[in-house]
């Protein structure tokens, strides 16, 4: 049984609900490289933006808590801000890390309880909304 995930780049595996899968399993390799390249330079990060053109968007419910587990680094089934830093990372391991200011924003965008920290629901209905 698989309760860890693994650091990846595209062609990596991680593993998520016991199985392994590939983060292009359920996004385009070409799509995720489009909305990296929209949100290279620091302060371009727009949350809504990069979930359309990397796919996310157009995932189901199920498929976009899956995609939460694996950015879940520590398995507690919750994003807290040192964990959104590195969410561009989890698409591809040499993007650049969010700037402090971009992580502000997505946890506010997405922390609906404002408990500090993004469930995979509140995950999902930003992705979503």
């Known amino acids: 049984m698989c309760m860890f995930l693994l650091p990846f780049t595209t062609s990596h595996l991680f593993c998520v609900n016991s199985w392994k899968m590939s983060i292009t399993d359920v996004l385009s390799a ?16 727009e949350p ?5 053109t990397s796919g996310l968007a157009k995932m ?25 830093k590195f969410f561009l990372q989890k698409f591809e391991s040499g993007a650049r890390e969010l700037t ?17 920290k993004i469930g995979a629901d509140e995950f999902q209905e930003m992705v979503h909304s």
């Open 60 to 84: 189901s419910a199920s498929q976009v808590k899956d995609v939460f587990r694996f950015i879940d680094n520590d398995q507690s089934g919750y994003l807290d801000e040192e964990e959104l």
């Open 30 to 45: 070409d799509d995720i490289a489009a909305a990296l390249q929209e949100c290279q330079d620091p302060d371009t990060f």
């Open 48 to 52: 809504q933006k990069f979930f359309q």
């Open 100 to 116: 402090k200011s971009e992580t502000k924003s997505l946890m506010a965008a997405a922390d609906n309880d404002g408990d500090g």
